[in-house]
């Protein structure tokens, strides 16, 4: 420990223990650990020790009661040297003469850098910064100790300055507080010096330099936080022009519609913004002393056009608390406190181009006991008002991100294909692993583990892993967009299937059991997308390839010392990526391009093709009418000198002077 108190828990029933407190349990002359004993008491010397019962748990806080100041001449009752408290103590519990359980803890404290009370020292008097460095040595960070490559810290001895005395700090930094200026006449430059240098250099000294007065003032700032309110104008009408994909959903107090979700760490957080056209599901963990109710369900939301709705609710409880709440490890007292919290809240939200149309919350309600730990679920939904099909559409037309991606299957009269990948849960095994589709725009990787035999033939193996990977891809298309109709051809692409490898062998290579190459056990699902135009600036983006492989390993039976007949297990995973790429190739380059690389606009700071730049229309910083002013006046100045210039005006000029 390093601090005046330190907490320990002893787990168990506390009734009829003692604890008691040894004082240097360490034997000075061997070094070793005394024998535990109930021989202490609750004080030894400056330490007290304090026990705080609790439900099979009590807490234990063993505190320092004595001043850590440093001592000031003809002071007692302090530390003497910073290094104040070095000691070895041994927290024992004891039921009688029988010690239960001991704690050992080596303090080592420091005493206080602060100093209160009365000081008899004459005081430092700090110089004026304006007209004197405050620091003479800025680099001297550490009091008591010599600073590496600080050549004028006091505290470092001429040993230790040859270790660094060619790497010392320079400048203002390292001790030349008054270094010489470029202003002054003895400063010996060469380079860059004008002609009329010596007759405006400055004669002064180096206590009087231009470096005076660069000194901070100490003003310090508030901190403004960040509120989630939004600057709503106040002018007549509507305030909104509806949303776009991933625009915040307001509410009729200009603030944000708020359902906890899932942060990129990991955690749930309580006042997360739904996104419009934005759906997820979440889960989040807590207990009832963290349980925290969420927004009031009778908060009206911003349609998108200025109009509020309010939201549609219905209750109803849970029945089988199994899913939602973890086994405690002792039953709730019969008097315990088992309140009616939020279960699950579900939201429907029906929409319409750029409005929402109306909410519909399903909220699930039971009851929590202290000591549960309850699993909350989350879900938004977007609906379309105009979908008429089964399936719902992930865009319109392009594809929205984090919707699932539309897929086909030709070869059947069902034309409706998934596109899955896994989400296990429990065990992890394969025979119990969910299913979830694949999100547009998000990459993935999941898998599970499959039993293997240690006397398993390997092509029934490959068989049978190849056809678990095979399961998720139930299509043999996928939809160019998010709309993509099942009747129209035009709208699927045919998805591009690389099979794995199968060798010609039955059994393991030599005979040899456990033993398989050439498992497929890795799916890689990768998805060529592009951005092809944008509705009402929201990009279109479309899928152009999708293209299925296999990735193989080596298999090999895991075991101990002795193989018995038991399983082994063998992951397989799933991979989704998603690239982007352009939708048109890039212009290719010229040869001018290639060959005279000083006009190249891209690779130069100075671009002689864009000198006339501010005269296009491609100029929006001023108006084109005064670019075009500018231009026809510098025009006419640059014509006016060229002719005055010319040999016949001249001669025209001095017969008129004649």
């Known amino acids: 420990m390093s601090a005046l108190r330190v907490h320990s828990f002893f787990v168990g029933n506390s009734s009829g223990v003692d604890f008691h407190i040894i004082l240097n349990a360490v034997d000075k002359v061997t070094g070793k650990l005394q024998v535990s004993n109930c021989s202490g008491s609750e004080r030894a010397g400056d330490w007290s020790l304090d026990v705080t019962p609790g439900v099979n748990m009590s807490k234990v806080t063993i505190t320092l009661g004595r001043d850590l100041q440093l001592c000031l001449p003809n002071a007692t009752e302090c530390c003497t040297t910073p290094l104040c408290v070095v000691e070895t103590l041994q927290v024992s519990a004891c039921s009688g003469s029988v010690v239960l359980a001991h704690l050992l803890i080596q303090a080592e404290i420091y005493a206080n850098s602060s100093f209160m009370g009365n000081v008899s020292e004459n005081a430092s008097v700090i110089p004026n910064q304006v007209f004197q460095p405050l620091g003479s040595c800025p680099c001297d960070l550490t009091d008591g100790a010599c600073d590496v490559r600080c050549c004028c810290d006091l505290e470092c001895t001429p040993g230790l300055k040859q270790l660094f005395n060619g790497s010392c700090f320079t400048g203002v930094f390292g001790g030349d507080v008054n270094p010489p200026f470029d202003q002054l006449c003895s400063t010996k430059t060469t380079e860059y ?90 889960k989040c963990l807590t207990d009832l002393a963290s349980y925290k109710e969420g927004l009031p369900h009778d908060v009206k939301v911003n349609s998108g056009t200025g109009d509020f709705i309010r939201q549609n609710v219905t209750y109803r409880t849970i029945t089988d608390m199994g899913k939602f709440i973890a086994k405690s490890e002792s039953h709730p007292a019969a008097g315990a406190l088992c309140p009616n919290v939020t279960f699950a809240e579900h939201y429907t939200f029906t929409w319409e181009d750029k409005n929402i149309k109306g909410i519909n919350v399903t909220v699930f309600l039971g009851r929590l006991c202290d000591g549960e730990i309850l699993t ?13 099909d089964a399936a719902e559409l992930s865009g319109n037309p392009g594809y929205q991100v984090g919707k699932p991606v539309r897929a086909a299957n030709m070869n059947t009269s069902d034309t409706s294909g998934s596109l899955n990948i896994w989400q296990p849960a429990g065990r992890g095994l394969c025979t119990s692993a969910a299913r979830t589709p694949v999100l547009f725009g998000l990459d993935s990787f999941s898998g599970c583990v499959l039993e293997v035999g240690v006397n398993e033939d390997c092509r029934l193996l490959r068989g049978d892993v190849t056809e678990k990977l095979n399961s998720l891809i139930e299509a043999t298309h996928v939809g160019k967009r998010g709309n993509s109709s099942y009747s129209d051809p035009n709208d699927w692409l045919e ?33 060529i997308f592009a951005d092809v135009g944008a509705v009402q600036g929201v990009p279109w983006q479309e899928i152009l390839a999708v293209q299925i492989s296999y990735s193989t390993i080596i298999w090999q039976f895991q075991c101990g010392l002795v193989c018995k007949n038991a399983v082994s297990f063998l992951p397989i995973t799933a991979s989704v990526q998603f690239i982007q790429v352009p939708a048109q190739p890039p212009v290719p380059m010229t040869r001018s391009q290639i060959n005279y690389t000083e006009f190249d606009c891209d690779r130069n700071d100075v671009c002689w093709p864009q000198l006339f730049y501010p005269l296009t229309r491609f100029y929006t910083g001023e108006p084109y009418s005064q670019c075009l002013a500018k231009g026809l006046s510098l025009a006419f100045l640059l014509l006016l000198a060229v002719i005055l210039s010319s040999p016949c005006i001249s001669k025209v000029w001095d017969n008129f002077l004649i």
């Not at 310090?220 to 949303?243: A, C, D, E, N, Q």
């Not at 909350?376 to 008429?388: E, M, N, Y």
């Open 495 to 527: 998805i591009i299937r690389l099979d794995p490898f199968t060798p010609n062998m039955s059994v393991s290579p030599g005979n040899l059991k456990g033993f398989c190459p050439d498992v497929p056990a890795n799916l890689n699902i990768r998805i």
């Open 193 to 282: 010096t004008p002609d009329w240098f010596p007759l405006l250099c400055v004669q002064s000294s180096l206590s009087n330099t231009p470096f005076l007065g660069y000194f901070y003032h100490g003003s310090t700032s508030t901190p403004k936080v960040p509120s989630f309110k939004i600057p709503v104008p106040t002018s007549p009408g509507r305030l909104f022009t509806g949303y776009r994909q991933g625009d915040p959903i307001m509410t009729e107090d200009d603030d944000y519609f708020t359902i906890p979700q899932r942060s990129v760490a990991g955690q749930c957080v309580g006042n997360a913004p739904v996104a419009y056209l934005q759906d997820f599901d979440v």
């Open 376 to 388: 909350q679920r989350f879900t938004a939904k977007f609906v379309s008002l105009k979908s008429d």
